[in-house]
């Protein structure tokens, strides 16, 4: 069975800075399409970041600049490093991974930028 653990989150304030990992097991990084999505309260799930098996990266507009995806495909584990974090970055993150032709997605990791 795929799982997918994410870690990293936690309170941060306004400015601050976090970093997601996501650690898998039975299925591999670096094969298929890997990324980081969010769900704020009372908003549906969206789009963060996605890492290509080639290493080729995209980011929703209001992330760029200020977050980071990447992977080590030896530890099978992909981070996220959040900086310059606002109050509207509060919500869940989720790992995703896309491999022949199905969905696979971590149970989520709260974030809550906040003073």
């Known amino acids: 069975q795929v799982q997918l653990v994410e870690s990293g989150g936690g309170l941060v304030q306004p400015g601050g800075s976090l970093r997601l990992s996501c650690t898998a097991s039975r299925i591999t990084f670096g094969n298929g399409v890997q990324g980081w999505y969010r769900q704020a309260p009372g908003k549906q799930r969206e789009l963060v970041a996605t890492i290509a098996s080639g290493g080729s990266t995209n980011y929703a507009d209001y992330m760029k600049g200020r977050f980071t995806i990447s992977r080590d495909n030896a530890k099978n584990t992909m981070y996220q490093q959040m900086d310059s974090l606002i109050p509207g970055g509060t919500a869940v993150y989720y790992c995703?991974?896309?491999?022949?032709?199905?969905?696979?997605w971590g149970q989520g990791t709260q974030v809550t930028v906040s003073s």
């Open positions: 995703h991974v896309y491999s022949s032709w199905r969905d696979y």
